[in-house]
C-alpha cells in the first residue's frame, strides 16, 4: 500500500471504513504518544506517574527525531480524520557488519491499531510501508520487539526471531 492511497477494510463488525495512510509530522506527535500509551496498556503495564514520565521523554525525543529525519511515522486515518492506527520507523545508526555495510538499520516500533480497526490488516500495512520505504532509502536490516498480540504480522511478513540477549544494568 502507498502512503495517501485510499483502502476500504473491512471491522471486525463488518461494515466497511474507507482510510489512508499517511506520514506523520511534528503536529502529529500527541497522536503518536495517545498511541504508545494505549500500546503499553494493551500489554498491561499500569496508567501511573511512571507511564507519565515515559510520555514526557518520549515526546522530546519523538520530536527530535521526527525534525531532523531519523524516525518516521505513518498514520491511518479514517474519512472523519480519526486515527485508525500508526506505525513507526527509527533510523539506528548502526556499525557495518558481514551481513549489512549499511550504517543504519531499521527498528520498527510503536505499532498500534485501534480496537475499533484491529482484524483488519491495517499494523501489517503500515509495517509493510515502513518496510518499502527502507527498501526505498538503502536500510536492508530492520528489526522489532512483538508483542503477543503482534507477532503473527511480523513472522507473515518474514521476521525471523534472533539471538539477540538483553541485560539490564544499573
Known amino acids: 500500500m502507498n502512503v495517501n492511497e485510499e483502502i476500504w477494510p473491512l471491522t471486525a463488525s463488518g461494515s466497511a471504513h ?3 495512510i499517511r506520514e506523520a509530522t511534528l503536529n502529529d506527535i500527541p497522536t503518536i ?3 504508545r500509551r494505549d500500546m503499553y496498556t494493551d500489554m498491561g503495564y499500569p496508567v501511573d506517574t511512571r507511564m507519565d514520565g515515559l510520555e514526557d521523554a518520549f515526546a522530546l525525543w519523538l520530536h527530535d ?3 531532523d529525519g531519523r524516525y518516521h511515522n505513518w498514520l491511518v486515518n479514517d474519512a472523519d480524520g480519526r486515527v485508525a492506527a500508526g506505525a513507526g520507523l527509527w533510523l539506528v545508526e548502526w556499525p557495518p557488519q558481514m551481513m549489512d555495510y549499511s550504517p543504519y538499520r531499521g527498528y520498527i516500533m510503536n505499532v498500534y491499531t485501534h480496537p475499533l480497526y484491529r482484524g483488519c490488516g ?5 509495517v509493510q510501508t515502513a518496510l518499502d520505504w527502507c ?3 538503502g536500510i536492508h536490516t530492520v528489526s522489532l520487539h512483538a508483542s503477543e498480540q503482534g507477532r503473527s504480522v511480523y513472522e507473515g511478513l518474514g521476521f525471523d526471531p534472533t539471538n539477540e540477549m538483553r541485560l539490564r544494568v544499573g
Do not use: F, G, S, Y
Not at 122 to 126: F, H, I, N, V, W
Open 18 to 20: 474507507r482510510l489512508m
Open 33 to 35: 504518544i495517545a498511541q
Open 65 to 67: 527525531r521526527l525534525e
Open 122 to 126: 491495517l499494523a501489517r500495512q503500515l
Open 135 to 137: 527498501t526505498t532509502h
